[in-house]
């Protein structure tokens, strides 16, 4: 059974930081590409981030969400076989419930004929229950 989970949310001041990991379970943890997507209250979903799988054939293709960039990075470690979300400098703005996402072997531009969107949720279809980061003082 495909299961993924989510930790590391939480609440955090402004300016501070989070890290959000990533455990799957059902396939192995870096044959497809993960992301990560966020909803706040009353926003639409967005892609926070993406990286693709690392079958090695063109390097790691990683895609941030224009509201991040700078400030997240997301990273896989093979000790662990789990994915992280680095998040610095938070903001208000910012809080949400972020799921880790698993994504079909087209997402996040893994294989050409794809989505010109890294984000596209067409592409995406294991999600994980979420965890809530809250940014307030």
């Known amino acids: 059974q495909v299961q993924i989970v989510e930790s590391g949310g939480g609440l955090v001041e402004p300016g501070g930081s989070l890290r959000l990991s990533c455990a799957v379970s059902?396939?192995?943890?870096?044959?497809?590409?993960i992301a990560w997507f966020r909803q706040g209250p009353g926003k639409e979903r967005e892609g926070v981030s993406c990286?693709?799988?690392?079958?090695?054939?063109?390097?790691?293709?990683?895609y941030y969400g224009d509201s991040v960039k700078g400030r997240f990075t997301i990273s896989r470690d093979n000790l662990s076989k789990r994915h992280y979300l680095q998040m610095n400098s938070l903001k208000p703005e910012d809080t949400a419930i972020y799921y880790c996402?698993?994504?079909?072997?087209?997402?996040?531009?893994?294989?050409?004929?794809?989505?010109?969107?890294?984000?596209?949720?067409?592409?995406?279809?294991?999600w994980g229950q979420g965890t809530q980061v809250t940014v307030s003082s």
């Open positions: 059902g396939f192995t943890w870096d044959d497809y590409p």
């Open positions: 990286i693709s799988s690392s079958d090695g054939s063109s390097g790691d293709k990683i």
């Open positions: 996402v698993k994504g079909t072997l087209f997402a996040c531009h893994g294989r050409s004929g794809g989505s010109t969107d890294p984000f596209d949720v067409e592409e995406y279809d294991v």
